[in-house]
């Protein structure tokens, strides 16, 4: 058995968050701005930040306000705590409708439209099969039966999110739903910290969340980000390079999450129809989008599709999502 090495499902390299490749230079930072990095371990991973501006103490306000806001997403959203808005669904919903914040509701609605546009690929309901797997811990898969309990559900389509009343509700209607958030509420949190950071004033940032990253303005020297791709088969060399500004991007990956089996990989990106680690051909997915949400959600539904399906299911979000990169 041989385990990954990286701590983060993700395939994202940050050229060194400040060393961003430059051309032209726009005037009003020329000769005056600063980078201020920041690095916080949040939501399973390090959040890394950067912000260009001409104040240090300016900066460090805003990244005081964006990694505020990752924690609250993540209190609100993580299942691995049972005061979370999840955590309380996954204890709660299968016998009555449990209040939640308007911003988890939000994303849950978000996931069942990836749920629907994607024919179930994408599933948030299947936090059990998830820990089931936790390939962050096995050695060896488990037993078939137990496995065969998840295949094909449909789970999705027995999660009901609430907005009639005063506060929104969620309700579970199988009592084998089980919430996990994982392929979109980290894309949600990396919104909500670049919304952070322009409420402060700042327009040149990156932020950058275990590889869900929004891209805002330009680098230090004016160019749009530079946002290294890992390779797969090398993860210290890059597969590719993006250049990003004021967009979103994220990767789905089969390599930084796993475990070996007998010469197989056993990685932690399921398939709902057989309800185990999907079969591929590529090991990454690299999806842009206008807000990491949806960069997040597509890179995870579409991970392991045939070319066609893919483009199918990412017609149907708008020609502003794309597959960046695949390999």
Same mark, same amino acid.
């Given at each position: 058995?041989?385990?990954?090495?990286?701590?983060?499902?993700?395939?994202?390299?940050?050229?060194?968050?400040?060393?961003?490749?430059?051309?032209?230079?726009?005037?009003?930072?020329?000769?005056?701005?600063?980078?201020?990095?920041?690095?916080?371990?949040?939501?399973?991973?390090?959040?890394?930040?950067?912000? #260009?501006?001409?104040?240090?103490?300016?900066?460090?306000?805003?990244?005081?306000?964006? #990694?505020?806001?990752?924690?609250?997403?993540?209190?609100?959203?993580?299942?691995?705590?049972?005061?979370?808005?999840?955590?309380?669904?996954? !204890? !709660?919903? =299968?016998?009555?409708?449990?209040?939640?914040?308007?911003?988890?509701?939000?994303?849950?609605?978000?996931?069942?439209?990836?749920?629907?546009?994607?024919?179930?690929?994408?599933?948030?309901?299947?936090?059990?099969?998830?820990?089931?797997?936790?390939?962050?811990?096995?050695?060896?898969?488990?037993?078939?039966?137990?496995?065969?309990?998840?295949?094909?559900?449909? !789970?999705?389509?027995?999660?009901?999110?609430?907005?009639?009343?005063?506060?929104?509700?969620?309700?579970?209607?199988?009592?084998?739903?089980?919430?996990?958030?994982?392929?979109?509420?980290?894309?949600?949190?990396?919104?909500?910290?670049?919304?952070?950071?322009?409420?402060?004033?700042?327009?040149?940032?990156?932020?950058?969340?275990?590889?869900?990253?929004?891209?805002?303005?330009?680098?230090?020297?004016?160019?749009?980000?530079?946002?290294?791709?890992?390779?797969?088969?090398?993860?210290?060399?890059?597969?590719?390079?993006?250049?990003?500004?004021?967009?979103?991007?994220?990767?789905?990956?089969?390599?930084?999450?796993?475990?070996?089996?007998?010469?197989?990989?056993?990685?932690?990106?399921?398939?709902?129809?057989?309800?185990?680690?999907?079969? =591929?051909?590529?090991?990454?997915?690299?999806?842009?989008?206008?807000?990491?949400?949806?960069?997040?959600?597509?890179?995870?539904?579409?991970?392991?599709?045939?070319?066609?399906?893919?483009?199918?299911?990412?017609?149907?979000?708008?020609?502003?999502?794309?597959?960046?990169?695949?390999?």
């Amino acid at each position: 058995m041989t385990r990954s090495k990286l701590p983060d499902r993700r395939s994202f390299l940050a050229l060194g968050l400040g060393t961003f490749a430059v051309a032209v230079v726009p005037s009003p930072l020329r000769g005056r701005a600063r980078v201020v990095r920041r690095s916080v371990p949040v939501m399973g991973t390090v959040a890394e930040l950067a912000v #260009v501006h001409r104040h240090e103490g300016f900066a460090h306000r805003a990244l005081d306000a964006a #990694v505020d806001e990752l924690r609250r997403v993540e209190g609100l959203m993580t299942r691995f705590r049972d005061d979370s808005d999840v955590g309380r669904a996954n !204890l !709660l919903a =299968s016998g009555r409708a449990v209040a939640i914040s308007s911003e988890t509701a939000d994303v849950l609605r978000e996931s069942l439209v990836w749920a629907a546009r994607s024919g179930g690929a994408f599933d948030p309901c299947l936090g059990r099969a998830v820990r089931l797997w936790d390939v962050e811990h096995r050695i060896a898969p488990p037993d078939d039966a137990d496995v065969r309990r998840w295949a094909g559900l449909g !789970l999705w389509r027995h999660l009901e999110v609430e907005t009639g009343g005063t506060v929104p509700r969620v309700r579970f209607h199988d009592p084998a739903v089980s919430l996990d958030l994982g392929g979109i509420a980290k894309g949600y949190g990396v919104d909500a910290a670049a919304r952070a950071l322009r409420d402060q004033g700042v327009f040149h940032a990156l932020v950058n969340v275990g590889g869900d990253l929004v891209a805002l303005g330009h680098s230090e020297d004016g160019d749009p980000w530079e946002i290294g791709v890992r390779h797969p088969a090398d993860p210290s060399r890059l597969a590719a390079t993006l250049r990003l500004s004021d967009g979103a991007v994220a990767t789905s990956g089969d390599y930084l999450r796993y475990f070996r089996h007998e010469g197989r990989r056993y990685h932690h990106l399921l398939d709902p129809t057989d309800g185990a680690p999907r079969s =591929s051909r590529q090991h990454t997915l690299t999806a842009e989008a206008p807000t990491c949400l949806a960069a997040d959600a597509a890179a995870t539904a579409v991970f392991g599709m045939a070319p066609e399906a893919c483009e199918r299911v990412l017609a149907a979000a708008g020609r502003e999502v794309r597959v960046a990169h695949r390999g």
